[in-house]
């Protein structure tokens, strides 16, 4: 008897409406986890992108604080200046004036303890009462309740404009105002700021929205997005953890992907990104249709075929999805100002994005596969991090970078990337360049110090001359009046040597008023190299006398516009240096250099060179190592280069010669 002949009809459809059941039932769960795990990718891919812009938007937020911070200290610094200058001479028009001028200030205004503005920067040309009454923003200080304020952005009082402002107490009382436009800043701030960025990252085609909001309201959005259900009406928005949900928006479904968003000193709030959910909708009818025509031709082969079938789409749209998401994240890495560099396990290069390759100076076809330790050296704490995979975050380090032969100040951060087995795959290190920011607060530094050195030695100064003058006499009247009756040459030669060391202290203490109170610059246009030639000109015969070549650059052919005495006290003060640390047949070498805004003048020596642990030291007061130095010079050559706006520097290395830089702006004349 035949098999079929066994199964009844019924038993056929019995068996046929099982598999149907079956296939059915695999069907439906297969679709199910299927849009499960699309969910779950979009999610993937909606928090990646959640975290990149909540980091690209505290950096924005850092970096408009950074910028409004830093103009307010510029301001203030200059009000004090001010505030001091005040001491010495009454704060004219003209001198207010040119002081705005020669500092980019809008305006500076001076009010009596009355608040009535008795002098200004500029005439006013405006007439009547304006929008507001000045003294509402500086009247603590009218009150006597504190020294400083800074008033920050407010509204011009006559014009429909920006300006950012501090305010001094006057010593006599009253008040000095300065103000700077705002419009730049606020220019920068559209350009690098919460809208600017949303409105970049909502060109991904995949988001619907992007909105910051708080409990008032929304604080930036993508463009045209006007309303959105608020954190006091909508209770899945006030969590503290991050969320998603699908959910409708202007008809359409989207996934929606909610974080709490925080800066320090700054917004604070919800951040939520909306992920188009109706290419898987598309997706997921595509699959039924499918599904369904192929039970009814087959059933088991046609379930396996579904499948394959199913399963196959379902790879290709992952796999398109995720090289999609690394392009989007590759150009995010690309555009940051942050150098991220990629390591594996064996602490190899795997990838740098543009900033670390400029950072760095690296190329890309030349780094990957190369170990972290021929990039840099002194990177201690990373090397340890990576090798014990340990996170690290925000850690201030100095890192010997090995192609600029030189060392760079930067804030490093490490993360890792673990599999399932929980095996580091990837090693991430942020670099934040901070150079430029060390060197700023280092020439602050040591501009206030030598204020304060230099306001001490006036002090003393002005003490020792009284009783030095009295000694001086008294001296002069032992050398005249008095004849001793014998040893008589050795009685004139102990005068005349009194005497001689009371010019130089008298000298020296010349040299401390000229460092606490700097004399006024007369500005002038000068030509850059007649002032190397007549400074060389002067130390000639000393060089000669110890046979030391002196050799000056090729001529820049430019003028600048200084104070001529002054820079050639500076240049002076530098050749002498360089001639005392020079031995017998050496070489010292005067340059100039010029750029589009700079002018920079080396002088360079190839005497012993200074050790590491003087050279943050040479431009303090007193400092010397020559057992008759006074520890003047280089303090009055960095007195004057700031006075003209420039910085002073120094290359040295033991036994390899010492440069220093002069650099200032420069005008074209």
Same mark, same amino acid.
């Given at each position: 008897?035949?098999l079929?002949?066994? %199964?009844?009809?019924? @038993?056929?459809?019995?068996?046929?409406?099982?598999?149907?059941?079956?296939?059915?039932?695999? =069907?439906f769960?297969?679709?199910? /986890?299927?849009?499960?795990?699309?969910?779950?990718?979009?999610?993937?891919?909606?928090?990646?992108?959640?975290?990149?812009?909540?980091?690209?938007?505290t950096?924005?937020?850092?970096?408009?604080?950074?910028? *409004?911070?830093?103009?307010?200290? !510029?301001?203030?610094?200059?009000?004090?200046?001010?505030? &001091?200058?005040?001491?010495?001479?009454?704060?004219?028009?003209?001198?207010?004036?040119?002081?705005? +001028?020669?500092?980019?200030? @809008?305006?500076?205004?001076?009010?009596?303890a009355?608040?009535?503005k008795?002098?200004?920067?500029?005439?006013?040309?405006?007439?009547?009462?304006?929008? @507001?009454?000045?003294?509402?923003?500086?009247?603590?200080?009218?009150?006597?309740?504190?020294?400083?304020?800074?008033?920050?952005?407010?509204?011009?009082?006559?014009?429909?404009?920006?300006? @950012?402002?501090?305010?001094?107490?006057?010593?006599?009382?009253?008040?000095?105002?300065?103000?700077?436009?705002?419009?730049?800043?606020?220019?920068?701030?559209?350009?690098?700021?919460?809208?600017?960025?949303?409105?970049?990252?909502s060109? *991904?085609?995949?988001?619907?929205?992007?909105?910051?909001?708080?409990?008032?309201?929304?604080?930036?959005?993508?463009?045209?997005?006007?309303?959105?259900?608020?954190?006091?009406?909508?209770n899945?928005?006030?969590?503290?953890?991050?969320?998603?949900?699908?959910?409708?928006?202007?008809?359409?479904?989207?996934?929606?992907?909610?974080?709490?968003?925080?800066?320090?000193?700054g917004?604070?709030?919800?951040?939520?990104?909306?992920?188009?959910?109706?290419?898987?909708?598309?997706?997921?009818?595509?699959?039924?249709?499918?599904?369904?025509?192929?039970?009814?031709?087959?059933?088991?082969?046609?379930?396996?075929?579904?499948?394959?079938?199913?399963?196959? *789409?379902?790879?290709?749209?992952?796999?398109?999805?995720?090289?999609?998401?690394? +392009?989007?994240?590759?150009?995010?890495?690309?555009?940051?100002?942050?150098?991220?560099?990629?390591?594996?396990?064996?602490?190899?290069?795997?990838?740098?994005?543009?900033?670390?390759?400029?950072?760095?100076?690296?190329?890309?076809? !030349?780094?990957?596969g190369?170990?972290?330790?021929?990039l840099?050296?002194?990177?201690?704490?990373?090397?340890?991090?990576?090798?014990?995979?340990q +996170?690290?975050?925000?850690?201030?380090?100095?890192l /010997?970078?090995?192609?600029?032969?030189?060392?760079?100040?930067?804030?490093?951060?490490?993360?890792?990337?673990?599999?399932?087995?929980?095996?580091?795959?990837?090693?991430?290190?942020?670099?934040?360049? *901070? =150079?430029?920011?060390?060197?700023? &607060?280092?020439?602050?530094?040591?501009?206030?110090?030598?204020?304060?050195?230099?306001?001490?030695?006036?002090?003393?100064?002005?003490?020792?001359?009284?009783?030095?003058?009295?000694?001086?006499m %008294?001296?002069?009247?032992?050398?005249?009046?008095?004849?001793?009756?014998?040893?008589?040459? &050795?009685?004139?030669?102990?005068?005349?040597?009194?005497?001689?060391?009371?010019?130089?202290?008298?000298?020296?203490?010349r040299?401390?008023?000229?460092?606490?109170r700097?004399?006024?610059?007369?500005?002038?246009?000068?030509?850059?190299?007649?002032?190397?030639?007549?400074?060389?000109?002067?130390?000639?015969? /000393?060089?000669?006398?110890?046979? %030391?070549?002196?050799?000056?650059?090729?001529?820049?052919?430019?003028?600048?516009?200084?104070?001529?005495?002054?820079?050639?006290?500076?240049?002076?003060?530098?050749?002498?240096?360089?001639?005392?640390?020079?031995?017998?047949?050496?070489?010292?070498?005067?340059?100039?250099?010029?750029?589009?805004?700079?002018?920079?003048?080396?002088?360079?020596?190839?005497?012993?060179?200074?050790?590491?642990?003087?050279?943050?030291k040479?431009?303090?007061?007193?400092?010397?190592?020559?057992?008759?130095? =006074?520890?003047?010079?280089?303090?009055?050559?960095?007195?004057?280069?700031?006075?003209?706006?420039g910085?002073?520097?120094?290359?040295?290395?033991?036994?390899?010669?010492?440069?220093?830089?002069?650099?200032?702006?420069?005008?074209?004349?």
């Amino acid at each position: 008897m035949k098999l079929i002949d066994l %199964i009844k009809p019924n @038993y056929i459809f019995s068996i046929g409406l099982i598999f149907t059941i079956l296939m059915i039932l695999s =069907t439906f769960f297969e679709l199910r /986890q299927s849009r499960l795990e699309l969910i779950q990718m979009h999610e993937y891919e909606g928090l990646s992108l959640l975290e990149i812009i909540k980091q690209s938007a505290t950096n924005s937020i850092l970096s408009q604080t950074e910028i *409004q911070q830093q103009i307010a200290e !510029r301001l203030s610094n200059n009000a004090r200046l001010l505030q &001091e200058l005040e001491k010495h001479q009454p704060l004219t028009h003209a001198l207010l004036k040119n002081f705005a +001028s020669r500092n980019n200030l @809008y305006r500076i205004n001076v009010f009596d303890a009355e608040g009535n503005k008795i002098e200004s920067s500029v005439l006013e040309p405006h007439k009547g009462k304006g929008k @507001y009454r000045p003294e509402q923003f500086f009247q603590p200080i009218l009150d006597g309740k504190t020294q400083e304020i800074d008033i920050g952005l407010k509204q011009a009082r006559h014009l429909e404009e920006q300006r @950012y402002a501090v305010a001094v107490k006057r010593h006599s009382g009253g008040v000095i105002v300065i103000n700077v436009d705002a419009a730049e800043m606020l220019a920068f701030g559209k350009r690098i700021g919460l809208d600017r960025l949303i409105k970049d990252i909502s060109r *991904q085609q995949e988001l619907v929205y992007v909105v910051l909001q708080d409990e008032n309201g929304i604080l930036a959005a993508t463009p045209g997005l006007q309303k959105i259900s608020s954190i006091l009406e909508d209770n899945f928005l006030r969590a503290d953890a991050i969320q998603t949900r699908a959910t409708h928006f202007n008809g359409q479904e989207v996934l929606e992907i909610v974080s709490p968003f925080a800066v320090a000193g700054g917004y604070q709030g919800k951040l939520r990104i909306g992920l188009h959910l109706g290419e898987i909708r598309s997706l997921e009818k595509r699959m039924i249709q499918r599904a369904v025509m192929t039970s009814l031709g087959v059933i088991f082969v046609g379930f396996i075929l579904t499948s394959i079938v199913i399963i196959g *789409q379902n790879f290709r749209l992952l796999q398109h999805q995720h090289t999609q998401m690394q +392009s989007d994240t590759g150009n995010i890495l690309h555009a940051m100002s942050d150098a991220v560099i990629g390591v594996d396990a064996q602490r190899a290069v795997r990838f740098t994005n543009t900033a670390a390759r400029r950072i760095l100076d690296l190329k890309q076809n !030349r780094v990957t596969g190369l170990p972290l330790t021929d990039l840099f050296s002194n990177g201690q704490a990373i090397m340890e991090a990576l090798e014990k995979q340990q +996170s690290l975050e925000n850690v201030e380090q100095t890192l /010997q970078i090995k192609s600029l032969n030189r060392p760079i100040s930067v804030i490093v951060s490490v993360s890792f990337v673990f599999d399932e087995t929980g095996s580091m795959e990837a090693g991430v290190i942020l670099l934040r360049d *901070q =150079t430029n920011q060390k060197k700023l &607060e280092e020439q602050l530094r040591r501009k206030e110090k030598l204020s304060a050195m230099g306001q001490l030695a006036a002090g003393v100064a002005h003490e020792i001359r009284n009783p030095l003058n009295a000694i001086s006499m %008294i001296v002069q009247r032992f050398h005249k009046e008095f004849k001793p009756t014998r040893d008589q040459e &050795e009685y004139l030669a102990l005068t005349r040597t009194v005497r001689s060391e009371i010019e130089r202290i008298g000298q020296i203490i010349r040299q401390f008023l000229d460092l606490a109170r700097p004399p006024k610059l007369n500005t002038a246009p000068v030509s850059v190299d007649d002032l190397i030639s007549q400074s060389v000109a002067v130390v000639a015969a /000393q060089a000669e006398a110890k046979d %030391i070549r002196l050799v000056t650059g090729p001529g820049v052919q430019t003028r600048v516009e200084v104070d001529k005495n002054q820079f050639h006290q500076a240049l002076l003060n530098l050749l002498q240096n360089a001639l005392e640390a020079v031995a017998q047949g050496g070489l010292i070498s005067i340059k100039a250099r010029k750029t589009d805004k700079h002018l920079s003048i080396d002088v360079k020596d190839d005497g012993p060179g200074i050790p590491p642990e003087q050279q943050k030291k040479i431009f303090d007061l007193y400092f010397t190592t020559k057992p008759a130095g =006074t520890g003047l010079g280089l303090a009055l050559v960095h007195r004057i280069i700031t006075e003209h706006g420039g910085e002073v520097s120094v290359r040295s290395k033991p036994g390899q010669g010492t440069t220093f830089t002069l650099t200032i702006p420069t005008e074209s004349i």
